[in-house]
């Protein structure tokens, strides 16, 4: 329809104010390309890397466009025809398949944050994905959901050392076969172990597992393949579906159910942002809110748009773009301030590391807290 | 084609991060939101008056076109750079200048966004009232061009009741000052009027004043489901013969509903044949009592239902089926053509028929909706542009719905001008003296025509 709506809601368009960075501009570039009218230029590929993925623009589209699929299915098809990545892709890929995750760091040091009994994985109903962030950005919070996981009796594992990245990164950098080979190579791991239901505490992690993963396991044929032979995927033909949950999903049910119990108060006036990842990509939309409610004393209040109307932090252009990720955070924070938050809790750590670079770039003091850090503060 | 020469200069006029000459920007600024598209050599962002006056002063002097935009929403091809060159990119020129509460207006570039505008009036207990469907993303200038309308038409009027004054680069680039901030003014031509619907071919506003009025303390919103269009058509004539002018009083006819049930599932009966949308506004008793009218001059013309809302939660249940309307119509096929033919209210129900019968005769999915207080409806042809056969059946439903509105002593456009979309049938509306007219007004302020070329058939040779 051409109706420019994604306009209002774009948040990189919102930054540079150029038509051929929202979701219509993207499109109709994509149409000329198919009409024979752009060759695969670098200001084609260049415009769609700056996409945040966000999927704002389809939630507004009349017309209900899936352009986030747009985008991802073009990213593949550069990517399949060959043309280069842009040069921060190119570094973030590099880091992904040489120490499989996207901060380049030692893959045999994934584990070391672990206490010793969990970086070796057995038979349990439940895993915890730690997911890539944690492990090597900010285990701090991984080392609260292991306490709090504790605290509340639950039987529960996870990969440690065996643990790989999820593949979302190298998903969204159009390289489909590395995404299917992290894909396949976790799946085989948590089929040794009986795995029921993955929880973990990485947004993006969680939208991989509900959708990709997925994928993968409802086509799993319930018997051997007839002909006895190889299955195209030699690595785990049966796998029986298991359900994904965001650990703040987990954390809302014992909150309810009580086998956690937040006591400590925490009177603060706080604004959830419902990052991309979990609320718009995954639905989970109230059980962060959930969480902390059961705080006492918390207030929540609501950024002007919210639910799957939320605005994108920025973080997905942390790499690639610093300065427009913290200049789009910075908005956010103003947002969080003139809706009357004295703090913003987040369930994602790309939002966490962004919101601080936001903070920072706005130029005030607000703190920025993951939910699951004030959750732990208060069980304490 | 414009010269290396040409380029150099409009570079240091506008500063080279406002100025976009890649092939993947020159097709972003190509299209509008018809199915028009023109390819410009260069889009630029001007910041101040004066650089949009040199770059006219330039054109001119080079023999170049120049196309305003604003965001690109409108409906009409007014934004198209029918003759390339280069397009001017008003979106950088947004500042909020002035709220005044005492003389109630507000003056603002034309890059502001409308709705921005009005958010910010409303602090103010202040309304800026032309609410067109964009007005989230189309900006105040392109409303003045165009003369936007919107769903409080009816009582509130559109963008050209609430322009009070204009600074303006003209085609030759002259700074010219239009109007007057006072409530009356009768002095000299009014030129402001003039510009306001002008479609940006007389001139580029870059300062706007608008008027305000007060926010009216309260509204009541009713929907009204019908089994009989002509039912329907009776109250809408009956409310404002009763003399109740309400905000909004919006129709949709039984394709449209039936679209957002087949989509949005909101409820609404499927078998209805038109449901209206009403809501009055003012001091709460004035409201209540307006309100309180309607819904008997509703029961008495046979509404099988009446729902009325009791707080803000229950008014946007009531709004969502007008809200989904075009987007529900837009998912039937893969193209949308949005028309606008606009037919005094009283011929509403003939227009509504006599859509209708077009779209039997040639075929077509047409869903009608729009403004039925102020006749301004919005015959959708919901098509399929790749579809050779009918696509061009779809045009000729075009052309037979611009002579229905004529004939029914209608126009052409209600609220998203002539532009390239309708610029062929003007002479049918105006006549050969009207467009003689037009032509001299337009040579008047433009004469090497730079500005816009291409629209409302002013080109003495056609577009």
């Known amino acids: ?70 985008i991802l299915a073009t990213r593949r098809a550069m990517f399949e025809a060959g043309k280069p990545l842009p040069d921060p892709h190119r570094q973030l890929r590099e880091r992904l398949y040489g120490e499989q995750n996207p901060f380049g760091q030692k893959r045999a040091e994934r584990g070391a944050w672990l206490p010793e009994k969990y970086r070796m994985p057995r038979c349990a109903p439940l895993l915890l994905h730690a997911g890539c962030a944690i492990s090597y950005a900010n285990n701090r919070v991984g080392k609260m959901v292991l306490q709090i996981l504790e605290m509340a009796g639950a039987d529960f594992t996870l990969l440690g050392d065996a643990e790989e990245c999820c593949g979302d990164p190298i998903l969204r950098l159009g390289d489909l076969d590395g995404a299917k080979r992290q894909r396949e190579r976790n799946l085989a791991e948590y089929r040794k172990y009986g795995v029921e239901t993955i929880i973990t505490p990485c947004a993006g992690c969680l939208k991989m597992f509900k959708h990709f993963y997925a994928e993968r396991v409802d086509k799993v044929p319930a018997q051997d393949t007839a002909d006895g032979g190889a299955h195209p995927s030699s690595f785990s033909p049966h796998l029986p579906p298991f359900r994904a949950l965001h650990t703040l999903e987990l954390f809302a049910e014992m909150a309810a159910d009580g086998r956690l119990k937040p006591q400590k108060s925490l009177p ?49 252009l942390m790499a690639s773009a610093p300065e427009m990720a913290a200049d789009i955070a910075a908005r956010r924070v103003r947002e969080a301030l003139e809706a009357g938050a004295e703090m913003i809790a987040v369930a994602c750590p790309t939002c966490f590391i962004n919101l601080k670079e936001g903070a920072n770039r706005a130029g005030v003091k607000i703190e920025i807290q993951d939910v699951t850090a004030l959750l732990h503060r208060s069980l304490k | 084609m414009l010269s290396d020469a040409v380029k150099t200069r409009l570079r240091e006029i506008v500063g080279p991060a406002n100025f976009l000459d890649s092939l993947e920007d020159r097709i972003s600024y190509s299209y509008d939101a018809t199915l028009y598209q023109a390819m410009p050599e260069v889009a630029v962002y001007p910041e101040h008056a004066e650089q949009i006056a040199a770059i006219l002063r330039l054109a001119n002097e080079a023999g170049f076109a120049v196309t305003p935009r604003g965001a690109g929403t409108g409906l009409s091809g007014g934004s198209i750079a029918a003759r390339g060159g280069v397009v001017l990119v008003l979106t950088r020129m947004n500042h909020l200048l002035e709220i005044n509460t005492d003389d109630l207006f507000a003056v603002a570039e034309p890059g502001v966004i409308t ?38 038409g009816l009582k509130y009027g559109v963008t050209r009741n609430y322009i009070l004054a204009l600074d303006v680069v003209t085609p030759t680039g002259d700074l010219l000052h239009t109007g007057s901030v006072t409530v009356k003014c009768a002095t000299g031509y009014d030129l402001t ?16 004043w608008c008027k305000l009025v007060p926010l009216p303390e309260h509204k009541e919103t009713l929907r009204a489901v019908f089994s009989d269009m002509d039912a329907a058509a009776r109250s809408v004539a009956a409310i404002i013969r009763a003399g109740v002018i309400p905000a909004t009083l919006e129709f949709l006819d039984h394709v449209t509903i039936n679209a957002i049930e087949d989509f949005k599932r909101i409820g609404l009966p499927r078998e209805a044949e038109a449901i209206l949308l009403i809501e009055t506004d003012g001091q709460r008793d004035a409201a ?16 099988q239902s009446v729902q009325t809302a009791a707080n803000d939660a229950e008014r946007a249940q009531l709004w969502a089926a007008r809200r989904a309307a075009l987007s529900s119509l837009t998912r039937v096929r893969p ?60 045009e000729k439903a075009i052309e037979e719905i ?27 509306e105006i006549g050969a003296a009207g467009l003689a007219l037009m032509r001299a007004i337009k040579h008047a302020f433009d004469p090497n025509n730079v500005l816009n070329p291409g629209k409302m058939m002013l080109d003495a040779n056609g577009e």
């Open chain 2, 288 to 303: 209540r009592a307006e309100a309180a009218k309607v819904m008997e001059i509703l029961r008495e013309n046979h509404a």
């Open chain 2, 193 to 208: 009027q003039l510009i306001v619907g002008s479609e940006g071919t007389l001139g580029v506003a870059t300062k706007i």
């Open chain 2, 115 to 152: 709705a921005d505008l009005a958010a910010a009036v409303a602090k103010h207990g202040l309304l800026y009232p032309p609410d067109p469907a964009s007005q989230a993303v189309s900006t105040l200038g392109g409303n003045v061009a165009e003369n936007a309308g919107g769903l409080r």
């Open chain 2, 335 to 394: 193209t949308t053509i949005l028309e606008d033919a606009t037919v005094p209210r009283s011929r509403i129900p003939d227009m509504v028929r006599g859509v209708r019968d077009i779209g039997r005769r040639h075929n077509l999915i047409i869903g009608n909706f729009g403004h039925a207080g102020d006749g301004n409806l919005h015959p959708t042809i919901l098509t399929d542009a790749r579809d050779v056969e009918e696509f061009a059946r779809a």
């Open chain 1, 268 to 316: 603060k006036r706080i604004a959830y942002l419902d990052g991309c990842d979990i609320g718009r990509h995954s639905g989970v939309y109230e059980a962060p809110r959930a969480v902390l409610r059961a705080i006492p004393g918390v207030h929540l209040v609501e950024f002007p748009a919210h639910h799957e109307s939320s605005r994108c932090c920025g973080g997905p």
């Open chain 1, 1 to 70: 329809m051409k109706c420019g709506h994604c306009r209002e809601v774009c948040p990189v368009f919102l930054e540079t104010g150029h038509e051929a960075m929202v979701a219509r501009g993207r499109v109709q570039l994509l149409k000329a390309f198919l009409e024979g009218n752009l060759e695969l230029t670098d200001g084609l590929r260049d415009r769609i890397f700056a996409c945040l993925n966000c999927d704002a623009c389809r939630i507004t589209c009349p017309c209900g466009i899936e352009v986030n699929e747009v």
């Open chain 2, 402 to 428: 611009f002579q229905l509105a004529l004939s029914l002593g209608g126009t052409l456009s209600g609220e998203h001008g002539i532009g390239m979309a309708k610029a062929h049938f003007l002479k049918n």
